[in-house]
Structures are given as C-alpha cells and as structure tokens.
T-cell receptor, first 109, second 113 residues
Framework: QKEVEQNSGPLSVPEGAIASLNCTYS??????FFWYRQYSGKSPELIMF????GDKEDGRFTAQLNKASQYVSLLIRDSQPSDSATYLC?????????FGSGTKLNVKP | DADVTQTPRNRITKTGKRIMLECSQT?????MYWYRQDPGLGLRLIYY???????NKGEISDGYSVSRQAQAKFSLSLESAIPNQTALYFC????????????FGSGTRLTVV
C-alpha cells in the first residue's frame, strides 16, 4: 500500500466548473497536508497546505481535511484552462514526507 | 534570484560518464533533498540531508552519490551514467519539521544516451 494514494486521472472538467481532487493517506501520525500544482516539465509549486480538520479557503482553492477518514481533497472553483496541470498531494509526520503520484486535471474551454 | 537554484537545467551525457548536478539555496533551510521524476512514477527520493554532517539514502539511491558541501549546497552525482537514469531531477529544501512543505528547484532534465 502506498503512503499517499491519488487517482491518476485524467480528470476532465469544463471551464467554469468545480474540479474536485482527492487523496487518501495511510499514516495516522500525519500532521501536515499539502497540495502542489505541477505543469508539464516544470517543478511542483505549493498552492495549499492544511493542518486541521475542516476546510481552508484561498481564492478559488479550498483544501478539505478529514483525519478520521485519512482523506484530503482540493476543490478548484471556476476552473480555468490555466489550471490544467498535475496536482500532487503530500503529507508529512514531520519525520518523513510522502508524495502521491498526482492527478492530471484537464480544463476544457 | 530563485530560492532554490539547480544547475544545469538540461544535460545530455553519454553512458558511462560521471555527471554532477548542483543545488544551492537561499532559504536558510537545514534539510535538502534530491528527487527524480519519471512519467507515471511520481517523485522518488534519491538522497536527503538534514544538516551538513547528515546524509541519508532514499528509496532509489543505487547508482547515485551526494555531497553536502555547506548548509546551502547539495550536489548529486551519477558515477557512471546509464540510460535508465534519464529523468527529471529536482532538488528541494525544507525547514526542520517540513511542516511548511518543500520548496523545489526548477529541475534538471538529464538525458543519458
């Protein structure tokens, strides 16, 4: 079992729709949770982090954390073609950092 | 200037050659990491260092070596490059806990022919 699981996609959504990206993790000691965006051939860029159960909003992005279910999600509202990228989920227990393999998102104009 | 700088950005080398990838950072972070990324395989950890005197193997260290020359510098060497080491290589840094996530360099695209 991988420490962080993501559906590889691709997830296709029309422009203006809400994109929902999901991630599960296996280490119950995980303390911090991150979402990175990676454009093809580029480096991962941190877009959201969350530490506590519940929702955290930043502009069009909302991160959701449910530690009991070991589940993290990222919602992108009003999706734009420029949001087309691979989204990596990452978790840390402060000793080790685990990345998921990423979900590819396609936003169609 | 970028917080984490990798050189070179692109490199083509021949099988059997020794090659060094360099990483320097201005974040002041103690922890530094080397990852490789292959299509469909995600990020895989090669080596990591928690301070200048601490070097640790990651999940795929065979065929690689590292040197932490200073807090700000962490180099990755391929002693004798082989074609299946063709990949995108990333250096990353974090603070002591990693609780604020990693900062990545721009990457080095390495091709071994």
């Amino acid at each position: 079992q991988k420490e962080v699981e993501q559906n590889s996609g691709p997830l296709s959504v029309p422009e203006g729709a809400i994109a929902s990206l999901n991630c599960t993790y296996s280490d119950r000691g995980s303390q911090s949770f991150f979402w990175y965006r990676q454009y093809s051939g580029k480096s991962p860029e941190l877009i959201m982090f969350i530490y506590s159960n519940g929702d955290k909003e930043d502009g069009r992005f909302t991160a959701q954390l449910n530690k009991a279910s070991q589940y993290v999600s990222l919602l992108i509202r009003d999706s734009q073609p420029s949001d087309s990228a691979t989204y990596l989920c990452a978790v840390t227990n402060f000793n080790k950092f685990y990345f998921g393999s990423g979900t590819k998102l396609n936003v169609k104009p | 200037d970028a917080d984490v700088t990798q050189t070179p950005r692109n490199r083509i080398t021949k099988t059997g050659k020794r090659i060094m990838l360099e990483c320097s950072q201005t974040k002041g972070h103690d922890r530094m990491y080397w990852y490789r990324q292959d299509p469909g395989l995600g990020l895989r950890l090669i080596y990591y260092s928690f301070d200048v005197k601490d070097i640790n193997k990651g999940e795929i260290s065979d065929g690689y070596s590292v040197s932490r020359q200073a807090q700000a510098k962490f180099s990755l060497s391929l002693e004798s490059a082989i074609p299946n080491q063709t990949a995108l290589y990333f250096c990353a840094t974090s603070d002591l806990t990693g609780g604020y996530g990693y900062t990545f360099g721009s990457g080095t695209r390495l091709t071994v022919v």
